[in-house]
Structures are given as C-alpha cells and as structure tokens.
C-alpha cells in the first residue's frame, strides 16, 4: 500500500490517509483528529511521515505523532503541546519536521 497523508487547514481539519497505490482507485482508508475538546472545530498544518510514524503539526493541539502501521486505525503514540489553551484557530504549532537523523524540530507562529 503506498499512502497520502492530508490534513484539512480549516476549521474542522481532520487528517486523512489514502491508498493510492492505484492512481485510477484512490481510497480513503481513515480520518484522524485528536480526542481533546472541540477538536472537529480546530485546524491541521502540516503533516509528513517519517517510516510508520505520522508527524502532525496540529496549531493549538501541538504536535501529534500517530502509528500508522496499520493505516486503517491510526493511533496516537504521543503529542507535544506547549501552547497555553485552545483558543484560536491558527494559533500554536505551525511546523513540525522530524525527518532530520535525530531530532525532531518544531516551531510556533507568535514568535516569528
């Protein structure tokens, strides 16, 4: 299976993941967002995988990491969140980048 990871950068921002390992069958395999209050309302920035781990940047919920080894049930395997609240839609974790050999970097939009 070959995926495509997207993440809605709207109010009610979910995560989704695709097979597209057939261009002229594409399939919707699952939807992810996080299980904290009002999350179906906040927004997704960035997402990238890095092997099995889904590496999101998920603005006021902060960084989320998902397995998704089995990408039909994703599941959160941690999370990162220094933003103070949840309030806003655009506001905390804008990027996330962990492809770097041992480090993962993040960064936040208030400090730019």
């Known amino acids: 299976m070959f995926l495509l990871v997207t993440g809605d950068e709207e109010a009610g921002g979910y995560v989704y993941i695709f097979d597209i390992q057939d261009f002229d069958n594409i ?12 999350a179906e309302d906040k927004s997704v920035h960035n ?15 902060g960084t989320r990491i998902l397995d998704i080894s089995d990408p039909y049930n994703p599941t959160e395997v941690g999370y990162y969140d220094w933003y103070p609240g949840q ?4 506001s905390g974790n804008w990027g996330t980048y962990p492809l770097t050999r041992s480090e993962e970097h993040t960064s936040e939009l208030q400090s730019l």
């Open 87 to 90: 309030s806003g839609l655009y």
């Open 47 to 61: 997402v990238l995988i890095k092997g099995d781990l889904l590496y999101i940047s998920y603005y006021v919920y």
């Open 27 to 38: 399939n919707l395999v699952s939807t992810w967002y996080p299980d904290e209050v009002d």
